[in-house]
C-alpha cells in the first residue's frame, strides 16, 4: 500500500513539469531567473521586449515560460494577460490573428464574433494592444514552434513586433522553438524590428543531473506515508545513486541524449519496475530501463522476418554488392532461383509465394520502391532499394537462432558468389 | 439528451462558451452539457468497454507468447489515477498489438477512446470520431455529422478536444465522488488509444498531422488523459525534421514457433489431433510467413484435409495413424505452401473440375491456370489486337523493321540468328525486359503491327473459312473504327493500360500488361505462330 | 463537323438513331451505329436490291393517271408497315429478355445461397458492439470479408452490365441490402471517401456528404436495417484503381463482424484480379468464384428462340447470317451488338419492304384468313409487284388468290424447317456443335439443291469426307450414327417432341422412336442383371442391336433432313418475311467515322452542290468549308504540319479566290481606314485558322502542338 503511494507520487512528480523544472529555480545563472528578471523588468518599466528561447526538445523551455508565467500573474495581478500560439496550429497568419484575437478577447471578457474579417481582427489587435498599453496592462505572446511562424510571409510576426514598435503598448513576445538558428530565419524587416534577446537551453551537465536526480527521486518526509519506509527508500535510492553501475547506466544513457525529458522518461521506466513487496526501488529496474531505451528499431524488423524473407534480402544484398544499380523483383527472383539450383536448398519456393515475402518485406519497411512514378506498371517490374546495410543484415542472421546456415555464407564469403 | 450534446457545440454557442474559459484553465460548468446525472452515466458506460471486465489470468492466457509485453503494459500504464507519459506500442502487423490493448483495457475496466487511423481515412473523420465518442454522438452519428464545417482547422480541435476531456474527467469524478466508498474507485484517468498510428504518413495534403497528434499529451497539459499510439511501423519512422518528445515505446516482436502453436491450440476441440496436424505443418509454414491471419487461412483447408480419412474427430491420434495422416495430407502440404489463394467454387460442376485442378498443381510447382485453352469469351479480332499489343511492348521499336517487312509478312531471320552479336543484344534484350518491364507504345506503333499481323493472318483465315464452308466478305480484318473499340475495352479489361502521356510528345502511350503464358494462350486459339515473332526466342 | 454526312441521316435511319440513343446512355462508347447517308444515294450502287425495283415500279405509277389514291395508299401501307415493326420488335424483345434473365437465374440462386450461408458465419453478435469504434477483439482470422468472384466469360463487360443490374434485382428481393460500386467511384482522385459516400447513398437515401463506416454502422443498427447481409457489387473490377480498392476492402475487413459486407465482384481472370490487389489484402477476402454462361451459350440460346423456333415473321437470309455470325466471332461477341444488328435489320426490313406488313401474320393462328383479308384489299401496284418477286418468278405461281396460299405454304415450310433444325441441334447440343454454325448453314439457300443431289449424306461419313465438305450438319449425322443406345433413345424423345405439330414427321419420328424404345428398354434390364455378373456379357449385348438402330435414326434424320430442310430462300414469296440486304447493315454497324470524315473532307464539293466548287474539281476553293479547305491543304505535308506555313497557305487560299477582300489589301496601304480594314480582315482570318484547328483536333485528325516543337502538329492518319 505504502509502496503504491509512493509510485503514484514519483509519477506525479515525473508527469509535473513545473516541479521537474523546480529543480532549477534557485540556480542564479539558470535561465528561469533570467527569463523571470527580464519579464518582470519589462513590466515594471511598462515598455516592449522580445526574446527567443532556444535550445532542443525537452529542456523545458516551455516548462519555465509556465512557471514563470504563474508566478507573475501572482505577483501582478490584473495586469498579465497571455496569449498563446502554437506553430503546429496557427501556422497560417490570418488564422493566427484570428486566433489572437479570440484569446484577448477571452481575456478581456469580450464577445468575439467568429465572422470577423482577418484585417478586422488585426485591427481589434492593434487597438487591443494600445489599450492595454494605456491602462498599464501587459499582454505576453507566446509562440511555441516559433520556426514555423517564420514559414511563408511572416505577415503575424511582423505586424505584431511593427506593433509593438510603434504604439505605446507594453508587450513581450516570447518565441519558443529548438531550432538554434530560428532567428535566421527572420525575414530583415521582422529581424530588425526583434530584439535580439536569445536564452539557449542546453542540455544537463551532471551535477545537474545529480540534482535533479536527488530531487525526483528522494521521498518527501512531509507525506503521509510511514517515516520507517520513507527513511528506508530514501537510503536505498542514496545507495542507488551511489553506486558505480548505476554512473555507468548514467553515461550510457546520457552519452545518447541527456536532455531533462530523456531522463524523465528514463526514471519513468525505472520506477514502473520498483520492487513491489519491499516497495524499494532496484538497480535492475535502471538496467531494464536502459535496455527498453535503446532499441534498435531495424534489428527489430529484422527479428520479425521469416526465412524466405532472409533469403530475399540476402539476394538483394548480393546484387547491390555486384553494382547492378538498379534491380526489381524480377531480378531478385532470378537471382534466388539461381541460389536455389545451386545450392539445392529446402526453401525454394514458387514465385507467387516469393512475391508475397517480397511485399511483407516492403510492408516492414526493410525494402523500398525507389520512386513513385511507375504506379501504372506491375510490382514485380517496380525498381527497389534495399534499406539495411550489409552490417546490419549480417547481425540480424546471426542473431536469428533458425535460420540455415548457408544464408550467412551467402551473405558473406566470396566464394559463395 | 441529443440535443444537448450537439447544441454547445453549434457554432454561435461554441465560441461564446469557449470565450469564457482560458485554454490552461477550463471552466467546464458552462459548457458542460451533460446537466442532470442519467447523460454523465450514459457518457460513462459509452467510454468502457461493452464487455464484461476480465481477470488477469485469462488475459494473460489468452495471449500466448504477449506475457512480457501486457505485464509492461500494465506497469507502464500504471495504477488508478496515476499519470502517465505517452506509449507508442510497435511491432509487425498481425502481432495481436490492438487486441492485446483492447483487452488490456478490459481488464484495467477503465475509460478509454479509440481512433483507428484506417476507418478514419481522413484528419477531419479523426477528430470527428474522437470528439463524438467524447461527446455521447456515438449514439447518433448523423447529427454529430451533420454539423459540418465544424473543426476544419486542427487547433480548433484541440479546443473543442480540450473541453470534452474536461468535461469527461468531471463527469467521471462526481461519479466516483456520488458512489463514494461502498463502490470501488474506479478512476479518473481517460485514455486516448490511435491506433494503424503508421497511415498517417500517407495523408500527405496536411503533413503536420503527426507532429500534432504526436504532442498531443503536452498540447493539452491535461494530467489526467492518457495517450498510446499503436503503430505497425517502428519508432524511428516518425522522427521528424524538428524532433519531438518520443513517447516511450513497447515492441511486439513477431511470433516465435512455440507462441504460433499455443495460439493455434487455442480453444481446438481436439487438442491431441490438432498438436500432431500443427506438428506436421507449422514448421514448413513458418519458414515461409510468420503471420497468424495467413498461417490460420492456410491452415484451414488443410487440416479438413488432414481429417478427411477419420470417421470421428474426437479420436486420439496415436503413432501409426498420425503417420498415416501425415502420408494423406504430404501431397497436398507441398501444393499449399507454393500456392497462395485456392479459390473454391460454389456449384458442384466445378468443384470436381477444381479437383483435378489441384492435381495439377501437385505436378507444377506454380499454379496457374493449367489448362491451354482460353476460358473467356474475346472476339477475333481483339486476339490480333493483343498480341500485337503483346509483341510491341517486348520487342523494342528498332527491331520492327526487321521483324516485318513492307509487306507485313515476317522476314525469317535464320542467317543472323547465330550471329554472335546478336546473341548478346539479346540476353542484353531479356535482362532489360527483366528489368524494365514490358515497354510502352504509341498508338501508330500498335496499329501498324496490327496490320502486319492481320495481312498475314488473312491466308490461312481464307482457308478456314472454305472449310466452314462458308464465304465471308474479305477484309474482315481490314482496320475498321471498332478497332478503337476493340483497345477500349482491352484496356478495360486491364490487359493493356494506358501509361500516363510520355513527356516527349503529347501522345497518351499504351503498355500491354499480360504475361507470358496468357499471350501463348491467346496464339494457341488462333493458331497464330507468335514465338517467331517475339525478338527473345 | 458540321459538314460531313455522316451525321446527317434520314428517316430510315432515324428510329434506329433514337434507339440508339437510348441504347448507349447506359454505358461509354463501347457500341455505337455511325449513321450514313441516305440509302436513295447508296442503293444506285448495289445491285439486286428489292429496294430498287419498287422505287421504280412507283416511280413508274407516279406518272401514272391514278396518282393521286396510289399517295394515299401508299401512306397507308406506310403506317400499316410502321404497325407491324412494332408489334413485332415488341414480341422480339420481350423473348431476348426473358431468355437472358432464364440463363442466369441458376446461377443467381447459387449466388443467394452462399450470400447467406456466409453471412451466417459473419453475423454479429448485438448491437451494443457494433457502436463501438473498435473492432470486435477476436481472432485474425475473422478479418475476412466473403467474395464472390463472378467470371464473366468475356472482356466486354457490356452484356455483363445488365446481368449485374438483374442480380441486384433479385438480391434486392431477397432479403439483402444492394449496393453497386462502378470503377467511377474507386479512383484515385476520388479517393475511399466517394467508395463510401456511394455506397452509404445507395444505402440510405438521404446521405451526408461526409461518410464514415460508423455512420453505416449506425445505419445497420436500426431494427428495420439489422441482421441483413450487405452486398456490394462491384460489376468491374479490373477497371479500379488498385490502392484505392485496397484500402476500401482492408478499412472494411476490420468492421465485417460488425457490418456483413459481402463482396460480389465481376471478374475476367483470376491473374487480373491477382494482379490488381496486394496478397495482404487478398487474405482479406474469401473467395468463392461463380462463373456465368459463356456469350457463346448465350448466343445459341438467343438464336434458338428468336430465329428458329416460333417464327415472329421476320427471317434473316444467309449471307446477313454469316455476316452477323462473322461480326459476333471476329469484331465484338456481345449480345448487345448483335441484338442492336439484329433491331437494325428488322427496321430497315419493314420500312424498305413494301409488303412487310404482311409479316405479323405468321403470328396469327388462322394466318389464312388474315392474309386472305389482306390481300384482298391489296392494291394493284404491290399486288403485281409482289407476283414480281424474284422468288415467285422462279416458282412459276400464277394465279390471283394464291398469293395467301403461296404465304400459308411459307409458312407452313418454315414450321417445319424450324422443328427439324430443332431436332438438329439436339443432337448438336450432343457433340459439342454451336447452333450458331447449324444455323447458319441450315439457312444457306444452295442446300436444298445439294439435298436434291442426295450426296454427302447417304454413305457413312469417314472423317476425311467430312473434313472437306465439314458441313456441320452432316458431322451431326455422323454423331447420330455413333451414338449410345440410350442416349440416342432420349434424342428420339426429345425428337417427338419437336415434331409433335408438324404431322407427317411426327409419324415417322414415333415409328422409329417406338421401335427404338423397345430394345433399348431390354439393353437396360439385360444390362441391369449382367452387370453385376460380369461386363463383357453386357458390352456384347449391346453389340447387337446398336449400329441398326442408329442407322435407322439417322436415316430417319436424313430423309426429315431432305424433305423438310428448305431453306427460307428458296421458297417463294420469302423476300417479303426475309431481311436479305447484308451491306446496308455492314455499312451501318461496321462503318469506320475516321476515313469517312476524311473522305468527305476531301470531297464536300460533291456534297453542297455549288456552282462555285462545281466548276473545277481539282483546284479547290475557297467557298468551301474552311475545315475542307484546311484539311485537303494538310495533304500536301507529311505527318508533321507546319503551322505556320499552313496558315499562310490557308490565307492566300482564302484572299486570293476572295476578290472583295483582294482588292481590300491592294489599297489598304493608301487609307488608314483601309489599313484597318486589313488588319481586322487579318484577324477575322486568324480565327477562322483557329477554328478550323480545333474542329480537326476535335474530329481526331490532328494533334495539338507538343513541348518540344510547338510550331508543329501532328497529323494523326491511320489508314482507317
Not at chain 1, 253 to 281: K, P, Q
Not at chain 1, 317 to 334: D, P, W
Not at chain 3, 621 to 626: Q, T, V
Amino acid at each position: 500500500m505504502a509502496s503504491e503511494k509512493a509510485l503514484d507520487c514519483l509519477r506525479r512528480r515525473l508527469c509535473d513539469s513545473s516541479f521537474v523544472y523546480s529543480a532549477f529555480k534557485s540556480t542564479p545563472a539558470g535561465n528561469y531567473s533570467k527569463l523571470k528578471f527580464l519579464i518582470s523588468n519589462t513590466i515594471t518599466e511598462a515598455c516592449n521586449n522580445s526574446v527567443l528561447l532556444l535550445g532542443p526538445r525537452g529542456c523545458g523551455k516551455g516548462a519555465v515560460v509556465d512557471m514563470i508565467l504563474e508566478e507573475l500573474k501572482d505577483e501582478f495581478p490584473e495586469i498579465i494577460s497571455v496569449v498563446r500560439l502554437n506553430g503546429l496550429l496557427h501556422s497560417d497568419d490570418n488564422f493566427a490573428v484570428k486566433e489572437i484575437a479570440r484569446q484577448l478577447c477571452m481575456e478581456h471578457k469580450l464577445l468575439f464574433s467568429k465572422m470577423a474579417s482577418s484585417d478586422d481582427n488585426s485591427q481589434f489587435m492593434i487597438d487591443m494592444l494600445r489599450e492595454c498599453g494605456l491602462a498599464h496592462k501587459m499582454i505576453i505572446f507566446v509562440l511555441e514552434e516559433f520556426d514555423l511562424f517564420t514559414q511563408g510571409k511572416q505577415r503575424l510576426l511582423y505586424s505584431l513586433l511593427d506593433a509593438m514598435q510603434t504604439l505605446t503598448s507594453q508587450s513581450v513576445v516570447i518565441g519558443i522553438s529548438c531550432r538554434l538558428d530560428a532567428d535566421q530565419l527572420l525575414e530583415k524587416r521582422v529581424r530588425s524590428r526583434f530584439s535580439h534577446r536569445k536564452l539557449l537551453f542546453t542540455p544537463l551537465s551532471t551535477e545537474d543531473m545529480q540534482r535533479l536526480l536527488e530531487h525526483l527521486l528522494y521521498l518527501p518526509k512531509n507525506l503521509s506515508l510511514p517515516s520507517k519506509y520513507v527513511k528506508e527508500f530514501n537510503s536505498n535510492v542514496n545507495n542507488i545513486l551511489g553506486d558505480k553501475k548505476f554512473k555507468e547506466i548514467l553515461d550510457v544513457l546520457s552519452s545518447v541524449d541527456n536532455t531533462i525529458s530523456n531522463i524523465c522518461r528514463f526514471l519513468y521506466h525505472a520506477i514502473s519496475w520498483m520492487h513491489f513487496e519491499s516497495g524499494l526501488l532496484t538497480l535492475d529496474g535502471f538496467k531494464n530501463a536502459l535496455s527498453c531505451m535503446q532499441r534498435q528499431p531495424m534489428l527489430d524488423k529484422l527479428q520479425g522476418a521469416s526465412i524466405l524473407e532472409f533469403y530475399i534480402l540476402v539476394c538483394m544484398n548480393r546484387l547491390g554488392s555486384r553494382e547492378q544499380n538498379s534491380f526489381n523483383f524480377n531480378s531478385i527472383m532470378k537471382e534466388y532461383k539461381a541460389i536455389q539450383d545451386a545450392y539445392k536448398t529446402s526453401d525454394n519456393y514458387s514465385w507467387s509465394v516469393c512475391l508475397r515475402a517480397f511485399e511483407h518485406l516492403i510492408e516492414r519497411e526493410l525494402i523500398s520502391f525507389l520512386d513513385n512514378r511507375m504506379r501504372s506498371l506491375s510490382i514485380e517490374y517496380r525498381p527497389v532499394r534495399l534499406l539495411l546495410s550489409s552490417q546490419e543484415l549480417h547481425q540480424g542472421l546471426k542473431s536469428n537462432s533458425f535460420c540455415p546456415a548457408i544464408l550467412l555464407k551467402l551473405l558473406n564469403h566470396e566464394s559463395y558468389r | 439528451m441529443a440535443k444537448d450534446g450537439v447544441i454547445p457545440l453549434s457554432p454561435g454557442r461554441k465560441t461564446r462558451s469557449s470565450s469564457q474559459l482560458s485554454p490552461s484553465k477550463p471552466s467546464p460548468q458552462n459548457v458542460y452539457p451533460f446537466s442532470s446525472q442519467t447523460q454523465s452515466q450514459e457518457l460513462i458506460h459509452c467510454l468502457y468497454t461493452s464487455e464484461e471486465p476480465i481477470s488477469l489470468e485469462t488475459l494473460i492466457s489468452s495471449f500466448p507468447g504477449r506475457k512480457p509485453q501486457i505485464l509492461e503494459i500494465l506497469r507502464l500504464v500504471g495504477s488508478l489515477n496515476s499519470p502517465m507519459f505517452p506509449l507508442l506500442i510497435y511491432g509487425g502487423p498481425s502481432t495481436g498489438k490492438t487486441i492485446a490493448i483492447l483487452q488490456i483495457f478490459r481488464y484495467l475496466n477503465r475509460p478509454f477512446v479509440y481512433a483507428g487511423c484506417r476507418t478514419c481515412y481522413s484528419p477531419r473523420i479523426l477528430f470527428d470520431s474522437i470528439l463524438r465518442q467524447l461527446l455521447l454522438h456515438g449514439r447518433n452519428p448523423i447529427k454529430g455529422n451533420s454539423g459540418t464545417k465544424r473543426y476544419e482547422k486542427p487547433s480548433e480541435f484541440i479546443d473543442l478536444l480540450r473541453i470534452a476531456l474536461v468535461q469527461a474527467i468531471n463527469a467521471l469524478k462526481e461519479r466516483n465522488l456520488k458512489s463514494g466508498s461502498e463502490e470501488v474507485d474506479r478512476g479518473k484517468m481517460i485514455y486516448m488509444i490511435f491506433d494503424n498510428f503508421e497511415l498517417l504518413r500517407s495523408w500527405d495534403k496536411n503533413s503536420n498531422i503527426v507532429p500534432l497528434l504526436l504532442r498531443i499529451h503536452e498540447m493539452l497539459k491535461i494530467p489526467e488523459v492518457g495517450v498510446i499510439y499503436i503503430s505497425s511501423s517502428t519508432p524511428d519512422a516518425y522522427y521528424l525534421c524538428t524532433g519531438s518528445i518520443e513517447p516511450i515505446t513497447i515492441y511486439f516482436p513477431d511470433y516465435t514457433l512455440e507462441d504460433l502453436h499455443g495460439i493455434f491450440m487455442r480453444n481446438q476441440p481436439n487438442p491431441k489431433l490438432y498438436s500432431s496436424f500443427l506438428s506436421v505443418v507449422l514448421k514448413p509454414f513458418f519458414r515461409v510467413t510468420r503471420r497468424v491471419d495467413e498461417l490460420s487461412v492456410a491452415f484451414q483447408p488443410l487440416f479438413q484435409q488432414y481429417c478427411k480419412p477419420l470417421v470421428d474427430r474426437s479420436v486420439v491420434p496415436d503413432e501409426a495413424m498420425k503417420r498415416k495422416l501425415f502420408d494423406n495430407l504430404q501431397p497436398y502440404l507441398t501444393v499449399a505452401l507454393n500456392d497462395l489463394f485456392n479459390v473454391p467454387s460454389w456449384s458442384s460442376h466445378q468443384t470436381k473440375q477444381e479437383g483435378d485442378h489441384q492435381k495439377k498443381g501437385i505436378r507444377k510447382s506454380n499454379r496457374k491456370e493449367a489448362s491451354n485453352e482460353l476460358d473467356f469469351h474475346m472476339s477475333m479480332s481483339a486476339k490480333y489486337l493483343l498480341l500485337s499489343a503483346f509483341i510491341a511492348s517486348r520487342n523494342p521499336a528498332t527491331l520492327d523493321a526487321s521483324l516485318f517487312d513492307s509487306s507485313g509478312g515476317l522476314i525469317n531471320r535464320k542467317r543472323n540468328k547465330n550471329s554472335q552479336m546478336s546473341m548478346d543484344r539479346k540476353d542484353s534484350m531479356a535482362e532489360q525486359i527483366l528489368l524494365k518491364g514490358p515497354g510502352s507504345f504509341p498508338l501508330e506503333r500498335l496499329l501498324a503491327i496490327f496490320q502486319c499481323i492481320t495481312s498475314v493472318a488473312e491466308s490461312l483465315v481464307e482457308e478456314e473459312q472454305h472449310e466452314n464452308g462458308t464465304v465471308v466478305e474479305s477484309g474482315s480484318f481490314g482496320l475498321t473504327s471498332d478497332v478503337l473499340l476493340q483497345l477500349s475495352s482491352l484496356c478495360n479489361a486491364n490487359f493493356i493500360c494506358k501509361s500516363g502521356s510520355c513527356p516527349l510528345e503529347g501522345s497518351t502511350r499504351y503498355r500491354c500488361t499480360i504475361d507470358e503464358e496468357m499471350a501463348v494462350r491467346v496464339a494457341k486459339s488462333i493458331n497464330f505462330p507468335l514465338s517467331s515473332y517475339l525478338y527473345r526466342r | 463537323m458540321a459538314l460531313s454526312p455522316s451525321t446527317t441521316c434520314d428517316f430510315h435511319s432515324s428510329p434506329i438513331s433514337t434507339s440508339n440513343a437510348s441504347d448507349v446512355s447506359d454505358n461509354n462508347l463501347q457500341h455505337f451505329f455511325v449513321l450514313h447517308k441516305a440509302p436513295a444515294r447508296k442503293c444506285e450502287r448495289k445491285s439486286s436490291s428489292t429496294y430498287r425495283r419498287t422505287k421504280r415500279k412507283i416511280d413508274m405509277l407516279l406518272s401514272s393517271p391514278i396518282k393521286d389514291t396510289q399517295e394515299e395508299n401508299d401512306a397507308i401501307y406506310e403506317q400499316l408497315r410502321l404497325e407491324a415493326f412494332e408489334n413485332t420488335w415488341s414480341k422480339i424483345n420481350s423473348t431476348v429478355k426473358e431468355v437472358l434473365r432464364e440463363i442466369n437465374l441458376t446461377l443467381f440462386e447459387e449466388i443467394r445461397q452462399w450470400v447467406f450461408e456466409s453471412f451466417s458465419t459473419i453475423r454479429s453478435a448485438s448491437p451494443v458492439h457494433m457502436m463501438k469504434p473498435y473492432p470486435i477483439a477476436a481472432g485474425a482470422t475473422c478479418k475476412r470479408i466473403p467474395a464472390a468472384l463472378i467470371f464473366t466469360k468475356n472482356i466486354e463487360f457490356v452484356d455483363d452490365m445488365l446481368m449485374f443490374q438483374d442480380l441486384k434485382g433479385y438480391m434486392q428481393s431477397n432479403g439483402c441490402h444492394v449496393a453497386f460500386l462502378s470503377a467511377l467511384d474507386i479512383s484515385t482522385k476520388c479517393g475511399i471517401g466517394s467508395c463510401l459516400r456511394s455506397l452509404y447513398k445507395q444505402l440510405v437515401p438521404e446521405a451526408s456528404d461526409v461518410v464514415d463506416v460508423p455512420l453505416i454502422a449506425s445505419w445497420y443498427c436500426k431494427d428495420e436495417n439489422y441482421d441483413k447481409p450487405i452486398a456490394v457489387i462491384i460489376e468491374d473490377m479490373e477497371r479500379c484503381d488498385s490502392a484505392v480498392l485496397a484500402d476500401f476492402i482492408k478499412m472494411l475487413s476490420e468492421w465485417v463482424m460488425k457490418i456483413p459486407i459481402i463482396f460480389i465482384l465481376g471478374v475476367t481472370t483470376f491473374d487480373a484480379l491477382r494482379k490488381l490487389l496486394p496478397s495482404s489484402v487478398m487474405h482479406n477476402l474469401q473467395l468463392c468464384k461463380f462463373t456465368l454462361e459463356s456469350p457463346i451459350r448465350r448466343m445459341d440460346s438467343l438464336i434458338e428462340y428468336v430465329l428458329v423456333r416460333p417464327s415472329f415473321g421476320f427471317f434473316i437470309g444467309h449471307k446477313v447470317a454469316l455476316f452477323l455470325r462473322n461480326h459476333f466471332l471476329r469484331h465484338d461477341g456481345t449480345i448487345t451488338s448483335f441484338l442492336k444488328a439484329l433491331k437494325l435489320a428488322c427496321v430497315k426490313h419493314f420500312s424498305g419492304e413494301p409488303l412487310s406488313f404482311l409479316c405479323p401474320g405468321m403470328l396469327h393462328d388462322d394466318c389464312e384468313a388474315f392474309w386472305s383479308g389482306k390481300c384482298e384489299s391489296l392494291s394493284e401496284v404491290l399486288r403485281s409487284y409482289a407476283f414480281d418477286l424474284p422468288s415467285c418468278q422462279r416458282g412459276k405461281t400464277t394465279g390471283d388468290n394464291n398469293l395467301s396460299q403461296g404465304l400459308s405454304k411459307l409458312k407452313w415450310l418454315q414450321n417445319s424447317w424450324s422443328s427439324v433444325l430443332l431436332c438438329l441441334l439436339e443432337v448438336g447440343k450432343l457433340s459439342k456443335i454451336q447452333l450458331l454454325d447449324i444455323f447458319c448453314e441450315a439457312i444457306d439457300p444452295t442446300l436444298c439443291s445439294g439435298w436434291a443431289l442426295g450426296q454427302q449424306l447417304l454413305p457413312p461419313l469417314t472423317a476425311s469426307h467430312d473434313s472437306v465438305n465439314g458441313g456441320f450438319i452432316s458431322q451431326a449425322i455422323q454423331k447420330v450414327r455413333e451414338l449410345p443406345s440410350d442416349s440416342l433413345c432420349q434424342l428420339l424423345g426429345q425428337w417427338s417432341l419437336h415434331t409433335a405439330e408438324v404431322i407427317e414427321m411426327d409419324k415417322e419420328v414415333k415409328a422409329v422412336h417406338s421401335m427404338i424404345n423397345l430394345p433399348s428398354d431390354g439393353h437396360t434390364s439385360k444390362e441391369k442383371q449382367t452387370v453385376n455378373i460380369n461386363g463383357c456379357l453386357a458390352s456384347s449385348a449391346r453389340k447387337k442391336g446398336k449400329p441398326f438402330l442408329n442407322d435407322e435414326a439417322a436415316m430417319l434424320l436424313v430423309s426429315l433432313l431432305r424433305k423438310f430442310l428448305v431453306p427460307i430462300e428458296s421458297v417463294p414469296f420469302h423476300e417479303i418475311f426475309c431481311f436479305k440486304d447484308v451491306s446496308s447493315l455492314k455499312s451501318a454497324l461496321i462503318g469506320d467515322p475516321r476515313s469517312v470524315i476524311q473522305d468527305d473532307l476531301l470531297k464536300s464539293g460533291e456534297y453542297l452542290q455549288s456552282t462555285s466548287c462545281s466548276r473545277r474539281e481539282h483546284v479547290l476553293s475557297s467557298s468551301i468549308h474552311d475545315t475542307a479547305i484546311m484539311y485537303s491543304l494538310a495533304q500536301e505535308y507529311g505527318d508533321l504540319i507546319n503551322l505556320h506555313d499552313w496558315y499562310h497557305s490557308f490565307k492566300t487560299k482564302v484572299l486570293i479566290s476572295n476578290p472583295k477582300a483582294k482588292r481590300k489589301a491592294q489599297h489598304s496601304p493608301a487609307s488608314e481606314k483601309g489599313k484597318s480594314k486589313a488588319l481586322e480582315n487579318e484577324v477575322s482570318i486568324q480565327a477562322r485558322f483557329c477554328k478550323a484547328v480545333t474542329e480537326l483536333q476535335i474530329t481526331g485528325l490532328i494533334r495539338m502542338p507538343s513541348k518540344r516543337r510547338p510550331d508543329f502538329l501532328q497529323r494523326i492518319a491511320f489508314n482507317l
